[in-house]
């Protein structure tokens, strides 16, 4: 082999090469860009879950369980109002809010919750009532 063709296969890996760290760059930009916004939205979940535990426990303390927020409230009026026991479908009947299965199961979870707190009282299945005050 002569010079001349060894400088020329060299000169073709060499563009070769060039051309495949290129793409290789341009996949590593991308590659972190997405990666950075993957970071970023992983952070803001983390925020969002933070924030919601604190809201959710804000909702009651240990030393005074009354019930601060609007759902709660008004789900305390009814009660109130209400000559017996109520059951969930019929607390949204009440509260005007459809009776599907997502919003019974949601006011079932929070008729629990006041039961554990023990500001209602659920003495049959199903069947939730405000609890006697405590003196």
């Known amino acids: 082999m002569n010079l001349p063709t060894v400088l020329d296969l060299i000169a073709d890996r060499e ?6 760290a290129d793409r290789l760059r341009e996949q590593i930009t991308a590659l972190t860009s997405e990666l950075t916004r993957l970071d970023s939205e992983l952070a803001d979940l983390a925020t969002t879950r933070t924030t919601l535990r604190a ?5 009651f303390t240990a030393d005074d369980p009354t019930i ?3 759902p709660y409230q008004q789900i305390l009026r009814v009660l109130a109002t209400a000559p017996t026991g109520l059951r969930a479908k019929g607390i949204c009947l009440a509260l005007g809010i459809e009776p599907s ?3 019974v199961e949601g ?3 929070k008729l629990k919750r006041m039961v554990n707190r023990q500001v209602l009282t659920e003495d049959e299945p199903g069947i939730f009532t405000l609890a006697q005050k405590r003196t």
């Open 55 to 59: 809201l959710a426990a804000a909702e």
């Open 68 to 70: 601060t927020s609007a």
């Open 15 to 20: 563009t070769s090469a060039r051309q495949n």
């Open 101 to 103: 299965p997502k919003n």
């Open 107 to 109: 006011t079932r979870a």
